[in-house]
């Protein structure tokens, strides 16, 4: 199969879809991989290096769309992107559609076959190929909600962890999954005063044992998330419904009863975000602030670290892509119930439940696209 990857085009997205070193491996697997001139320089890898790893390199994305059977990717594909997809193509590639009836409505136009890394599932119903960028995101929410806690930033001037006779930061954590877990680990290291919130006892339970006293955890009633985010300094959005849009926990009523310079980090922001008020924002323009409360929501935090993410992306993505380059997708998927679980389009379907049912279209089950 030949297999592409592009620069990414995204405002202040550095990572790339493919390391010379995933290149290399899809290359000794007897496949074709072509990539964009400059699309690695992001995490510091140069053409030559992909050259050397047996890649070929081309000068445009235009080449790659036309010319490649999969495209790899790590994020949604933008407009002009999506107007270079077509019928009998895989694209594979974070897609985040809930929150998302533009993208999806080029996607299932398009023809494309599209598998979405976020939905991909693993053992115990994990999300094993989201999982590295919600622990690098959990921990970036802190340095972010740090920073923009200072006074220049808009912030109310507190210092997450407080010095000798004065209080810590109050920082709240809403979810205790991947993201929060990295969140509280962070802000606990710090020297911040954490609360995280869940509706599972279970997760709660863990959550205390793991931590031994030194971050707090609480049953998110409505009443107690009211109560918490009031008193915040900082609040971490980090809740999700996988493939499904973020519920809205944090209202803009609640903004009146927290601290003005308050901080709010939504992590949830790809899936349309957890809090009434948030909007995308970027890299490069990451903050605004909506009655006096702070609001940092960039879609794509882990770009920032690219290096970093990228690798820790390519090592849960790349078996998956040699297995669809190896077999095609319907093999691949037929044999991976977990892989299969990713396929959100495909000829003009849509193949995930959640996402038929919060953009308004027909659902057609996967199985039924394997037999």
Known sequence: MRVGTVREIKNHEYRVGLT??????????GHEVWVETGAGEGIGAS??????????????????FAGCEMVVKVKEPQAVER???????????????????????DLVKSGV?????????????????????????????????????????????????????VLPAKVVVIGGGVVGVNAAQMAVGMGA???ILDRDPTVLERLDNHFEGRAHTLFSSNAALAA???????????????????????????????QPGAVLVDVAIDQGGCFETSKATTHADPTYIVDGIVHYCVA?????????????????????????????WKAALKDDAHLAQGLNVHEGQITY????????????PVSSLLD
């Open 83 to 105: 107007a270079q997809l077509r019928k009998g193509q895989i694209l594979y590639t974070y897609l985040h559609l809930a929150p998302d009836a533009e993208q999806t409505a």
């Open 113 to 165: 076959t599209a598998i979405a890394y976020e939905t991909v599932t693993g053992p115990g119903n994990s999300l094993p190929l989201l999982k590295p960028m919600s622990q690098v995101a959990g921990r970036m929410s802190i340095q972010a909600g740090a920073t923009a806690l200072q006074k220049a930033q808009g912030g109310r001037g507190v210092l997450l962890g407080g010095v000798p006779g």
């Open 20 to 29: 010379p070193e995933s290149a290399q491996e899809l290359v000794v697997n």
């Open 300 to 328: 794509n935090m882990p770009g920032a670290v690219a290096r970093t993410s990228t690798y820790a992306l390519n090592n849960v993505t790349l078996p998956h892509a040699l297995r669809i380059a190896n077999k095609g």
């Open 228 to 258: 918490q985010v009031a008193g915040a300094d900082l609040v971490v959005g980090a809740v999700l419904v996988p493939g499904a849009a973020a519920p809205k926990l944090v209202t803009r009523e609640m903004l009146s009863t927290m």
């Open 47 to 64: 053409d030559e290096e992909y050259v050397a790893a047996g890649a070929t390199m081309k000068q445009t994305a235009a080449e790659i």
């Open 193 to 195: 005063d954490v609360t």
């Open 353 to 364: 439940e959640a996402v038929a049912r919060d953009l308004g279209y027909d659902y057609v």
